[in-house]
């Protein structure tokens, strides 16, 4: 049986690689393939989140009964990252390295502790929330 947190940690690793190849092509100035990898990172992240929110999230909430705890300070992270994204693309659209690596660098510190809060407690407490319907919740967030 597929558990969520070993799907969604996957995806982190996906949306990890991305981040990574987009980082080393534009640290080398190869701006039009950094520009590619950049846009892939991007779309794959917030896919994840429209995973997450869309789905994950509110079925936790919803049969937990927590809705004040560990989804809303996850929410209150993917708007920061939204924020560091955001940022990030105005400096891939200005070709402005200094500025790219410099928020790249502080996403990377960002997401990995999001991550790990994700992927060491949240995942883990919602396989044991939607148990036999973690499958099925699965393949409704592949629909996203």
């Not at 990030?88 to 928020?103: H, S």
Request: aromatic content about 8%; hydrophobic content about 35%; proline content about 2%.
């Amino acid at each position: 049986m597929t558990t969520i947190t070993e799907t969604m940690a996957h995806d982190h690793r996906h949306c990890d690689e991305f981040f990574a190849e987009a980082e080393e092509l534009i640290s080398q100035g190869d701006w039009e393939q950094g520009k590619e990898k950049f846009k892939a990172f991007q779309e794959a992240t917030e896919n994840h989140f429209s995973m997450e929110e869309g789905i994950l999230f509110p079925g936790f909430e919803q049969r937990s009964g927590q809705t004040m705890g560990p989804t809303q300070m996850m929410r209150m992270e993917h708007t920061q990252m939204r924020q560091l994204l955001a940022d990030m693309e105005a400096a891939v659209t200005y070709e402005d390295e200094e500025r790219y690596l410099g928020l790249s660098e502080t996403l990377m510190m960002v997401m990995q502790q999001h991550n790990m809060k994700e992927e060491q407690m949240l995942y883990p407490m919602t396989d044991q929330v939607f148990g036999a319907d973690a499958e099925a919740t699965l393949k409704e967030m592949k629909m996203i």
